[in-house]
């Protein structure tokens, strides 16, 4: 979703239909990507032609991207996939196609997705947790775009009559961003501390119970230990997002505890929308969230990961910056 210190968390944007539908609950785990062998490949082909000739039906579902930011080189894709009524699809086969237009190419893809499921422990809920918010995520791991400028998005899905394709609703744009890039130095900043507020996590702090990732500065720790920092509202998220993230980064903190610190930074002032964003975000040119930043102990980002995630994939994470 997007932000905004002009529009405080406007965050009208991608991620709000991550969590609009509730889906079926049997559909919640993980599931690794089908065979990229599966979809139709795009060798010498158009994405106009992937349309014409595949025979792919037009798919009943909207493809709502997950992230904004995207560079030049290697980048994560996360996406919901949508039922025109609007409701979360957690169980469908599904691969990415991107090219600079329709009608020329080269095509990259197949790119099969992953369903990545944003569950934790049952002490790391939140309370009050919203049935209808999200359980999963689809993922692209990697997709290498080699050039700036936007791109087109098309998604193949198996469907029980056969393909069917749907064009992704919001295509990428690439290189139009200024956050901190993995191999950088990260932007120095202070984040408050349960300390700085007399023990009132509630001033810093939206999620219910408050988490523990407010025990240490940032500025405290920069360039000495690891560091993991989470840019994340839980209560004030317009797409309930954060919520998750937060609560499978408690899970981690813990998994990690003394290797690592773990801090969680809220994005509103006094924790209020009509305050605008903090400056913190401000520091590291933010424009969407939930954001998470893995930095090692010379204050490199090692990576970085826009929107949602599971367990799995932030303790691979954690692993760029903790032997």
Same mark, same amino acid.
């Given at each position: ?16 239909l ?28 158009t ?19 997950a992230?904004?930011a ?17 409701e ?15 009608k ?9 997705a992953?369903?990545?499921s ?10 009050g947790?919203d ?8 993922v692209? %791991?990697? @997709?290498?775009?080699?050039? !700036?400028? $936007?791109? &087109? *998005? ?16 919001? %295509?990428? @744009?690439?290189?139009?961003? !200024?956050? $901190?890039? &993995? *191999? ?20 810093i702090d939206?999620?219910?119970p408050?988490?523990?990732?407010h ?45 690592a610190?773990?801090?969680?930074m ?16 401000e520091?590291f ?10 930095i090692?102990?010379?204050g ?10 599971g367990?799995?994939?932030l303790?691979?994470?954690v ?5």
């Open positions: 979703m997007r932000i905004s210190a002009r529009l405080p968390l406007a965050l009208a944007c991608l991620l709000i991550l969590v609009a539908g509730c889906g079926n609950s049997n559909q919640e785990a993980s599931r690794p990507a089908p065979s990229a062998a599966e979809f139709p490949s795009a060798k010498a082909k994405i106009d032609q992937l349309l014409r000739t595949t025979g792919a039906k037009p798919a009943k579902v909207v493809i709502a991207p992230a904004q995207f560079d030049v080189g290697t980048n994560r894709y996360p996406f919901g996939v949508f039922t025109l009524g609007n979360q699809v957690n169980d469908a086969d599904v691969a990415l196609y991107f090219a600079r237009d329709e020329s190419g080269p095509v990259i893809g197949p790119l099969p992953q369903v990545t944003l569950e934790v422990k049952p002490a790391y809920r939140a309370a947790e049935p209808d918010q999200a359980k999963n995520v689809y692209v %791991p990697k @997709v290498d775009f080699p050039r !700036k400028g $936007p791109w &087109v *998005g098309l998604a193949m899905l198996k469907g029980k009559q056969g393909l069917e394709a749907a064009r992704v609703s919001a %295509p990428p @744009v690439v290189g139009d961003n !200024k956050i $901190p890039k &993995v *191999g950088e130095k990260a932007p120095l900043i202070h984040t408050p501390t349960s300390a700085d507020v007399g023990g009132d996590l509630s001033k939206t999620r219910i408050h988490d523990q990732m025990q240490v500065d940032y500025a405290d720790v920069f360039g000495k230990e690891p560091i993991v920092l989470v840019f994340a509202t839980p209560a004030l998220c317009q797409s309930r997002v954060c919520g998750p993230v937060v609560d499978v980064a408690q899970q981690v903190a813990d998994e990690y505890k003394g290797k610190d773990f801090i969680h809220e994005v509103y002032n006094d924790n209020e929308l009509s305050k605008g964003i903090r400056p913190q975000l520091a040119n933010l424009e969407t969230e939930p954001w998470t930043f893995l090692d102990r010379h490199i980002i090692r990576d970085r990961i826009e929107g949602a995630y367990v799995p994939e303790e691979q994470a692993r760029t910056i903790v032997p």
